[in-house]
């Protein structure tokens, strides 16, 4: 070969040599530059050079080219590119062809570096704006679900902001008080303005958490959803050694349609995923699962963690911003969204320690089946549902069983229905409500919807159950910031009459309930033993079982402390008399028996005074109180959760008792 | 986790409490009369006591005096159903940290054992120079939480004036104690505002004297306060000017619920009064 030849093809990065055996090689021109930067130590030798024992690739190439170079009919043998390091730590693609020339076995290596080069960076390039897309991805889904949550609790407080000021609005007060007033009203409108703003201009999926309208796909399988983001998170369990599936249990054949938006619900798997991954170790296991629970399908994802922390409540779990130990930079906001999103379709959302190891994230959904195309006359959309407005002047008084979990809220319109002259009986939470719905009649029941242990919903549909068949229902309105079309038929299927959307009005409220269906027996209730247990529960903080002790502490103890105190009186003893009335004044106070009260303190009083001639004639007044005290604490003990789900069990049987039932 | 000590004689009142406390994850003892609270407190240090007045063997206020000068007193929360001012000025030399109406429900409970449990350690104790019927003289540290304490006391002092008239003077005070606080003091703990309660057969007056160097009306213009006659929202525009929160009605409101309002020429101190 001629000189000038060999410093051609050296030029354009060829090199060129003869096979001689033995997996050594002979150059047969002027060996490239790069050649020599891998294989230096070779280079000067005019031994052959052993190139399959110093690159392991060219090693199983020369398998291939020995094929073609003794094949009688050759059809051409070329590699693909790799990577060789050189000594200096560069990296340098290669490509191997074996020719056939004149007999002579010729392998030919060529280094693509600027083709190659070129193409790192395109890969590179195209890594680098997959990671900007992800990473913006969740920048804007972080976002949307914080918006999210701050539409949800803006909402809340700005229905208590109408309702305390329409209430104000109606009080006596100055001139320039009510410029006031006028000043904050236009101001908490301008606030319901600026959330419709900020719905509009960001996401018109928010936007629905507000307004009626738009209607979407609503339906969406939960399995399916579990899968794809299951499908897409698997890299990431991969990285951290995590085992990540969807549990054996599962029918996989069967549709598992549920009232949900597909992109959100798989938000939902995936923040609960996440969630299971941060604290599952590398080699334990994480499985996804569904179940039927008849009306309700429940999804859960299971994780081979600690278990929950102690000293945190499930409900505490899936608050705003709450974090845990290992929150790993998060907002606390993820378990957050899940929960408003899920208590939004209608559902409920939990979490426990399973017995093993670990623990169980669940939630469960409406069962989206043929029911949800409902007929229009069943199911009217939002606009059905505005009733024409009567006259406000009227009010017919009516019996009203008002739940809502946000105590602010409870007091005012509980204020302001009582002003308009109807009797209301409060309840805090969904479980309240319906052990109040059971101890008393009611025209109208107003329910909030997102409660904790027991939604909106949950208590619909124990109210229709309550009532079977019977002709005369109680009417029944839903409170709630979700009033979409789809929303509103869902809470109709629950057996709703009405939805009340948040934030409210005051006259959304009267408009709504002088659509009322007018009470047969007119006469207010008496005084309610569930009214006082309502507000009793409340006073401990929610604790029914507390609440029992404490009556059970109170029933032991009082006929002593009677007896007593009918002693410090025979016996002309005033100390004792004032100190063992002002310790009965403590728990008759508790239990809000208000003459009781005045008694004990005009006992006490009579004995600090020392002056007990009419102590005896104040004594029989109180136990005369204390007596009827007795008999409702007596009464509530019956109705004690544990006791009134047997009662419930037993009404539910196709029997006789049914007539016997109280509405 | 912190140790209480519940002292009262009625066992409704003491489970209930026992009950709601433990469920927040506290260490709960019990004790049903004076002298075993007091047994109790010589065999553990408590955190914090809650402590009935009316109580067999021992009152509630015996109690605190047979600790003091003892080495480690517990922060104690009095409650009670009577307000006598006896029982509001001994628990105020008694460096009793705050009342708490009875009745108590679960969450006032709740958040006022919180807050006093809460409470920075290094905040100086309420100081009281005077505690009589007619005269109440306090120096109190800058500190936030110590507005509800003062108020627990001082709105149970016995007055004789209707419900919805001790509400509105109570709210001026607490606006009036709150300017004092946190622009006076600016939330220093080591700096003091002084507070004197005083009462005559004719009228009720607090007078507040606050350690900042007082403050001029025209600077005022964000406050309702200083509106003129004619544009009672004027304020309202130079709020949203200097990109303040809507308000500024405090002074105002304050003014309009009291008889009088009276300040310094510095402005750093101010009477409150109510004729009766």
Redesign the interface.
């Known amino acids: 070969m001629s000189d000038v030849l060999e410093k051609a093809l050296a030029e354009m990065g060829f090199a060129l040599l003869e096979y001689r055996g033995n997996g050594e090689f002979l150059p047969i021109a002027t060996l490239p530059t790069w050649f020599s930067e891998i294989w230096a130590e070779t280079r000067n030798s005019s031994d052959p050079i052993p190139l399959t024992r110093q690159s392991p690739f060219l090693e199983s190439f020369l398998l291939e080219a020995e094929d073609f170079w003794n094949s009688p009919t050759p059809a051409g043998c070329q590699s693909e590119t790799w990577i060789e390091k050189a000594l200096s730590g560069r990296e340098i693609p290669v490509q191997a062809r074996a020719l056939l020339l004149d007999g002579n076995q010729i392998l030919a290596l060529l280094s693509p570096d600027a083709q190659f080069r070129e193409r790192v960076r395109f890969l590179q390039t195209a890594r680098n704006a997959l990671l900007d897309h992800e990473r913006l991805a969740r920048e804007i889904q972080k976002k949307e679900i914080l918006l999210h949550c701050i539409v949800h609790d803006l909402s809340q407080p700005l229905s208590i902001m109408h309702v305390a000021m329409d209430s104000l609005s109606e009080e006596s007060i100055s001139e320039?008080s009510k410029?006031?007033l006028t000043?904050g009203k236009h101001?908490g409108d301008q606030q319901e303005t600026m959330i419709r703003q900020i719905l509009r201009t960001f996401s018109d999926d928010l936007r629905a958490s507000l307004d009626a309208g738009t209607e979407g796909n609503v339906s969406s399988d939960l399995l399916e959803c579990a899968r794809k983001t299951t499908t897409s998170l698997a890299p990431t369990f991969e990285a951290k050694g995590v085992h990540l599936a969807v549990s054996s249990l599962v029918d996989l054949e069967a549709k598992w349609l549920v009232v949900a938006e597909e992109s959100r619900l798989q938000r939902i798997f995936s923040n609960l995923l996440e969630n299971a991954l941060r604290y599952t170790p590398a080699g334990r296991r994480v499985a996804i699962g569904v179940e039927d629970e008849g009306d309700f399908l429940k999804a859960y994802v299971d994780d081979e963690g600690p278990g929950l922390p102690r000293?945190l409540r499930p409900e505490q779990i899936f608050g705003l911003f709450m974090k845990g130990k290992q929150s790993g930079g998060k907002a606390g906001l993820g378990l957050y969204f899940c929960r408003i999103t899920v208590e939004r379709w209608g559902g409920s959302i939990g979490c426990v320690t399973l017995p093993e190891k670990g623990s169980r994230f669940w939630f469960r959904l409406p069962r989206a089946s043929g029911r949800t195309a409902a007929s229009p006359s069943d199911a009217p959309d939002a606009s059905n549902l505005k009733i024409a407005k009567r006259n406000p002047g009227i009010v017919r008084p009516l019996r009203i069983l008002f739940a809502d979990d946000q105590?602010d809220i409870r007091t005012l319109t509980a204020y302001q229905l009582k002003r308009s002259g109807h009797k209301v009986v409060i309840a805090k939470d969904g479980k309240q409500a319906l052990n109040a719905f059971r101890s008393a009649s009611f025209d109208v029941v107003l329910l909030d919807q997102e409660m904790p242990g027991m939604t909106g919903d949950e208590v619909a549909r124990a109210i229709r159950k309550t009532e079977g068949g019977k002709k005369e229902r109680v009417f029944l309105v839903a409170s709630t910031g979700n009033t979409t079309s789809e929303d509103v038929r869902r809470l109709k299927q629950a057996g709703f009459d009405d939805v009340l959307g948040k934030p409210f009005r005051l006259e959304d409220l009267n408009r709504i309930l002088s659509a009322a269906p007018a009470a047969t027996d007119t006469s207010m209730p008496s005084v309610l033993p569930g009214a006082i247990f309502t507000e009793l529960v409340?006073?401990?903080?929610?604790?029914e079982k507390?609440l029992k002790?404490?009556i059970h502490?109170?029933r032991r103890?009082t006929p002593n402390r009677l007896a007593g105190i009918a002693e410090a009186i025979r016996r002309k003893n005033p100390e004792a008399l004032?100190?063992l009335a002002?310790?009965?004044?403590?728990?008759v106070?508790?239990f809000g028996a208000e003459s009781a009260r005045k008694h004990t303190q005009e006992l006490q009083d009579l004995g600090r005074g020392k002056e007990l001639s009419r102590a005896a004639e104040v004594l029989a007044l109180l136990k005369e109180e204390i007596a009827k005290l007795q008999a409702n604490l007596r009464g509530y003990a019956n109705q004690t959760p544990a006791r009134s789900k047997s009662n419930h069990a037993k009404r539910q049987r196709p029997s006789r008792n049914r007539g016997k039932r109280r509405r | 986790m912190p140790h209480i000590l519940v002292a009262?004689?009625?066992?409704?009142?003491r489970?209930?409490i026992r009950?709601?406390l433990t469920?927040q994850?506290y260490d709960v003892s019990t004790a049903a009369d004076g002298m075993s609270a007091l047994r109790t407190l010589k065999k553990k240090n408590f955190d914090l006591v809650l402590l009935?007045i009316?109580?067999?063997k021992m009152s509630g206020l015996g109690l605190i005096g047979t600790l003091h000068g003892e080495k480690h007193i517990p922060k104690i929360i009095v409650m009670t159903?009577?307000k006598t001012s006896d029982t509001v000025l001994n628990s105020l030399r008694g460096q009793v940290y705050q009342f708490l109406a009875?009745?108590v429900?679960?969450?006032t409970l709740?958040s006022t054992v919180d807050n006093a449990l809460s409470e920075d350690p290094a905040v100086p104790p309420i100081e009281v120079l005077s505690a009589n019927k007619h005269w109440v003289e306090l120096l109190v540290p800058c500190e936030r939480s110590v507005v509800s304490r003062v108020q627990s006391f001082l709105s149970s002092l016995e007055t004789d004036l209707p419900a919805d008239v001790m509400e509105k003077v109570g709210y001026a005070f607490r606006e009036l104690l709150n300017n004092a606080i946190e622009w006076g003091g600016h939330l220093d703990p080591n700096l003091k505002v002084r507070i004197s309660y005083i009462r005559t057969r004719k009228l009720l007056m607090y007078r507040l004297d606050d350690p900042g160097p007082g403050f001029k009306l025209e600077d005022l213009k964000h406050a309702a306060v200083s509106n003129p006659v004619d544009d009672?929202?004027a304020h309202?525009t130079v709020r949203e000017q200097k990109g303040l929160r809507?308000g500024g009605?405090g002074l105002m409101l304050t003014q309009q619920l009291v008889d009088e309002l009276v300040y310094n020429e510095a402005r750093n101190e101010v009477v409150l009064i109510k004729y009766l």
């Open positions: 320039r410029q006031f000043l101001a000293d105590e409340a006073r401990v903080g929610g604790d507390l002790r404490m502490t109170f103890d004032a100190s002002h310790a009965l004044k403590g728990s106070s508790i | 009262e004689d009625d066992a409704t009142t489970e209930m009950g709601i469920k994850g009935d009316w109580m067999p159903s009577d009875k009745p429900d679960a969450n709740i009672p929202m309202m809507p009605l």
